[in-house]
């Protein structure tokens, strides 16, 4: 980040997702845990997402800095004007507007468990919530409200993608049996069956990237497993069932290897 480039108001804390008055500790947090949830997505939507998480954390991570910002932040509020005309008109899209309300520092009565008394406070609004209905996420104790994060297009699965793995799944695991059947299938006892798995779970990984555009999730690797298990039963063609459940210890490194890199 330019260090003459002009700093947004309110805009660095927002894109963190934390409260202004979040410690170190949370910013640092909040940057990782956020940078792991878009993950190495190529959309462009979601590497514009990572670089405005890269210039946010780059400014609130320097203390020196940090205080610039909340200096021009401050700044940025006193100047801005404020009317005190009551509004004339509904809003257009007939939404209503939303009140922020200011709560005390110290114990208070927590807003959604009347009967409780709490200090704690949502690590992104400041808004008091006690241990009943507090949601820990990777960035902190969170409100239900701010802890209803959008899921990252990583892991959002379309219909047609998901037609995309299930033909990479069937054609990539008859392929594969056929390779193990004929090639590998000497080499799918002993020792040797770790190799023979690493490459298998190796090559639908890169299979299911490819048909997917690099899509992670549940639904992913449940394709790649089932390719796997198609891949294994392939070698009831080649040799007997006794036989080939001394492949199960390839499939099993095979779907191991997947899961941990597709989940």
């Not at 514009?48 to 940090?66: G, H, M, N, P, T």
């Amino acid at each position: 980040m330019n260090p003459n480039e002009p700093l947004l108001v309110d805009d660095l804390y927002e894109t963190l997702q934390v409260a202004p008055s979040a410690s170190p500790e949370v910013v640092e947090a909040a940057y990782h845990g956020l940078t792991k949830k878009y993950g190495s997505d190529p959309d462009p939507a979601v590497r514009e997402q990572r670089r405005d998480l890269d210039r946010a954390y780059e400014v609130l991570s320097d203390a020196s800095r940090r205080a610039d910002y909340d200096r021009s932040r401050m700044a940025g509020r006193a100047a801005a004007p404020v009317s005190t005309a009551q509004p004339t008109a509904p809003p257009a899209n007939g939404e209503a507007t939303v009140a922020v309300k200011t709560w005390p520092k110290g114990v208070v009565t927590c807003p959604r468990d009347p009967g409780v008394e709490t200090a704690l406070r949502c690590s992104r609004c400041e808004t008091p919530i006690c241990p009943k209905c507090l949601i820990q996420t990777p960035v902190g104790a969170r409100c239900r409200d701010c802890a209803r994060m959008t899921k990252s297009p990583v892991y959002t699965v379309s219909n047609a993608t998901m037609v995309r793995a299930a033909l990479a799944s069937v054609v990539g695991g008859v392929a594969m049996g056929l390779i193990w059947g004929l090639v590998l299938l000497p080499f799918s006892v002993g020792f040797f069956s770790i190799f023979v798995g690493a490459g298998l779970g190796y090559a639908f990984t890169r299979m299911m990237e490819f048909a997917t555009g690099r899509k992670r999730g549940p639904v992913i690797v449940a394709f790649a497993v089932f390719g796997i298990g198609i891949a294994w039963a392939m070698q009831l063609l080649f040799v007997d069932v006794r036989i080939a459940m001394y492949g199960l210890v390839a499939a099993g490194v095979a779907v191991y290897f997947a899961y941990q890199n597709l989940r």
